[in-house]
């Protein structure tokens, strides 16, 4: 699957697989999974620094789908908390470009 990032003009539609069971959300252009989250429930995703790529608790596990570069900040903050795993990215980070599945990790 080829999908384009940059320019992109419509919402990418995210799979969201939950405790609950499985939802989905809408990124729109420039929104970030995080931010495209809060909007539709805040309580379903935790984010103890408001999304702001410093406390690393808007963990995801991508499942299916790609979710997009991963900036500096992001690699960063993953190797400060040791984050190998790759399929494990932070929602304030991801702007995902194609449709994806994902299972939102609550933070222990």
Request: with cysteine.
């Amino acid at each position: 699957m080829v999908c384009r990032h940059a320019g992109r003009t419509h919402g990418v539609r995210v799979i969201l697989h939950r405790l609950d069971g499985e939802g989905t959300v809408d990124v729109p252009p420039g929104q970030s999974l995080f931010q495209a989250i809060a909007a539709q429930d805040r309580a379903m995703i935790t984010a103890l620094c408001g999304g702001c790529c410093i406390c690393g608790t808007c963990r995801v596990r991508v499942l299916d789908g790609d979710p997009g570069p991963m900036g500096p900040d992001e690699a960063h903050l993953r190797w400060q908390l040791a984050i190998t795993d790759p399929a494990i990215r932070l929602a304030c980070q991801m702007r995902p470009g194609c449709r994806l599945r994902v299972d939102i990790i609550q933070p222990e």
